[in-house]
């Protein structure tokens, strides 16, 4: 629910609905390769995701998103997600 807050209308990504489990996705601008997105993620903002074919989604511009990370670790990672996605 904080996540899908988080997006506003203008954003070029959504979290997909969900009923339960341990991960959320969301739908990202295929700008760029999921794993390249990832690198990026990883190498200049610190936050770590999984790209949406380690979970065979049928097509490219998903990132997975842990749901086992503690609240506070969350949300921070996913404001600077979200802050480079909007700048993409």
Known sequence: AWLAARCGPSDPFRPLPTEAGW????????????EERCMQLAEHDGVIVQPGYFFDMPREGFLVLSLLTREEAFRAGMERVLERLRAA
Not at 23 to 34: A, G, K
């Open 23 to 34: 991960y959320q996705l969301l739908s990202i601008p295929r700008t760029m390769t999921e």
